[in-house]
């Protein structure tokens, strides 16, 4: 599986912003799909996993009620909604495939990475 990460960029605070991740092969409705970030001088951190199916969601805390994950296996493609965004959550967001459950939320559990998308949130 390929994965292509998109949609990132400059927002100010409280503003949105949509990052779409394309997946090639035939096999992606298999997968696990997550996104994770990470921040300059920072390490790589979980923010939100979704299952094969799409009904078993996990969400790190500080991103609940404000990032939504959603996948359209008929695309190949997987979204995150992120509103409400603060000047926190600047970093480079990859998405990832993986074999296991919607509850994924290490680096270790995922197969496949894309290349990462800057989001920069100015306060």
């Known amino acids: 599986v390929q994965l292509q990460a998109s949609g990132g960029g400059l927002v100010q605070a409280g503003g949105s912003l949509r990052l779409s991740c394309a997946a090639s092969?035939?096999?992606?409705?298999?997968?696990?799909m997550g996104w994770f970030r990470q921040a300059p001088g920072k390490e790589r951190e979980f923010v939100a996993a979704?299952?094969?199916?799409?009904?078993?969601?996990y969400y790190q805390d500080s991103v609940k009620g404000r990032f939504t994950i959603s996948r359209d296996n008929t695309k190949n493609t997987l979204f995150l909604q992120m509103n409400s965004l603060k000047p926190e959550d600047t970093a480079v967001y990859s998405c990832?495939?993986?074999?296991?459950?919607?509850?994924?939320?290490?680096?270790?559990?995922?197969?496949?990475w894309g290349q990462g998308t800057q989001v920069t949130v100015s306060s």
């Open positions: 990832a495939a993986g074999p296991g459950s919607g509850n994924s939320r290490q680096p270790h559990d995922y197969t496949y």
């Open positions: 092969g035939r096999t992606f409705s298999r997968y696990v």
């Open positions: 979704i299952s094969w199916s799409g009904n078993s969601i």
